[in-house]
């Protein structure tokens, strides 16, 4: 999965086999920005959601 950072648009290739669970959080390591992403299921494209330090919800296509 493709994880990019609103803030700074660095690029992640999230392995979604290693998630524990159905989300993942993590910081951008260019600029610190919370990125979380939430697994795909059954191999559909859902929209990546990503929070802000603040928790405010972006939803990015």
């Known amino acids: 999965m493709l ?5 700074c648009s660095k690029k992640y290739n999230i392995d979604e086999s290693k998630m524990k669970g159905e989300r993942a959080r993590f910081s951008c390591q260019e600029c610190g920005h919370i990125i979380v992403v939430v697994k795909q299921k059954n191999g559909a494209h859902a929209p990546e959601t990503t929070f802000d330090a603040t928790g405010s919800g972006n939803k990015s296509a």
């Open 3 to 7: 994880a990019i950072c609103e803030e």
